[in-house]
T-cell receptor, first 113, second 112 residues
Framework: DMKVTQMPRYLIKRMGENVLLECGQDMSHETMYWYRQDPGLGLQLIYISYDVDSNSEGDIPKGYRVSRKKREHFSLILDSAKTNQTSVYFC????????????FGPGTRLTVL | GEQVEQRPPHLSVREGDSAVITCTYTDPNSYYFFWYKQEPGASLQLLMK?????EINEGQGFTVLLNKKDKRLSLNLTAAHPGDSAAYFC???????????FGKGTSLTVIP
């Protein structure tokens, strides 16, 4: 069963703390994505990863970094979280170039106090 | 890069009425088009995918129209029911890149 998982599902942090959001997929997809979703703004692309250690900034990368050391895992890191990073974060995966399919994880709701 | 505009941001219809959501895009090389449904607190669920070689796709209770000349994509819920109340997003992708470009979403409320 094709699946994208995200951990944790809910997270509350204080401003200045570090945050690690994890994403996994069991489909051996090459491409993975991190989006954030805010009311009225739709999904905004933070980072895209084309494969292990091949990452590219999306539209709003400032304040975020990513890590992809294994094809099935893609992490989003917030060093010193800010209150304006409170959002819902979605991870997605896609088989790769030429593919049109995108599979979404369940999302992580992050609150930064 | 691609720009996707989605209208309207909010839509309220009565049960049994039709509801139309429209997206316009700018990149003539866009080839894949998607509609997603998102219920409150949930992830995005793919409703329909359309390729630029097709113009009309029908699903259960909805129709997707693609007008390549006008670069316009629409989702038409033919007889809305309360279970259709959700946020809807269009997304666009071309063949050369792996980026998906999303509209900002439409919050649909179907009043019983």
């Amino acid at each position: 069963d094709m699946k994208v998982t995200q951990m944790p599902r809910y997270l509350i942090k204080r401003m200045g703390e570090n945050v690690l959001l994890e994403c996994g997929q069991d489909m051996s997809h090459e491409t993975m994505y991190w989006y954030r979703q805010d009311p009225g703004l739709g999904l905004q692309l933070i980072y895209i990863s084309y494969d292990v250690d091949s990452n590219s900034e999306g539209d709003i990368p400032k304040g975020y970094r990513v890590s992809r050391k294994k094809r099935e895992h893609f992490s989003l890191i917030l060093d010193s979280a800010k209150t304006n990073q409170t959002s819902v974060y979605f991870c997605a995966s896609s088989p790769g170039l030429g593919s049109y399919e995108q599979y979404f994880g369940p999302g992580t709701r992050l609150t930064v106090l | 890069g691609e720009q996707v505009e989605q209208r309207p941001p909010h839509l309220s219809v009565r049960e049994g009425d039709s509801a139309v959501i429209t997206c316009t895009y700018t990149d003539p090389n866009s080839y894949y088009f998607f509609w997603y449904k998102q219920e409150p607190g949930a992830s995005l669920q793919l409703l329909m995918k359309v390729f630029s070689s097709t113009e009309i796709n029908e699903g259960q209770g909805f129709t997707v129209l693609l007008n390549k000349k006008d670069k316009r994509l629409s989702l038409n819920l033919t007889a809305a029911h309360p279970g259709d109340s959700a946020a809807y997003f269009c997304a666009v992708k071309n063949t050369g890149y792996q980026n998906f470009y999303f509209g900002k979403g439409t919050s649909l409320t179907v009043i019983p």
